[in-house]
Nanobody
Framework: EVTLVESGGGSVSAGGSLRLSCVVSGYRWQSWCMAWFRQVPGEKREPVATMNDNEMTTIADSVQGRCTVSQDNDKKTLFLDIHNLMPEETDKYYC???????????????????????WGRGTQVTVSS
């Protein structure tokens, strides 16, 4: 069974930073692709960052220059560091793992999120002005 557990969310003031973590277990670490998404209830889930088995990462335009995605050495934890947070980025942040590699690549601009079949419960980030 694949499980993903996010942590690290919380309340910060505008301009603050957070490091989100996602502990992964049971995942097949071959040709893998993982991503961070964020979502406000009632709105579309937005991709924030991706990372694949070649350690290639992509970052969404909305957080470019303020965000990095990384992994620990044993590949069991995925991190998202996000800086200079803005109030409009108050969202629930989710970690996701792909069941199969997206056809057009492991990237935030992929045209289909169907491959992302494993999800954590999310961690809430609240940014106050």
């Amino acid at each position: 069974e694949v499980t993903l557990v996010e942590s690290g969310g919380g309340s910060v003031s505008a301009g603050g930073s957070l490091r989100l973590s996602c502990v992964v277990s049971g995942y097949r670490w071959q040709s893998w692709c993982m991503a961070w998404f964020r979502q406000v209830p009632g709105e579309k889930r937005e991709p924030v960052a991706t990372m694949n088995d070649n350690e290639m990462t992509t970052i969404a335009d909305s957080v470019q220059g303020r965000c990095t995605v990384s992994q620990d050495n044993d590949k069991k934890t995925l991190f998202l560091d996000i800086h200079n947070l803005m109030p409009e980025e108050t969202d629930k942040y989710y970690c996701s793992a792909a069941r199969w590699p997206p056809r057009d690549g492991c990237r935030t601009t992929t045209t289909s999120y169907m491959p992302f079949g494993y999800w954590g419960r999310g961690t809430q980030v609240t940014v106050s002005s």
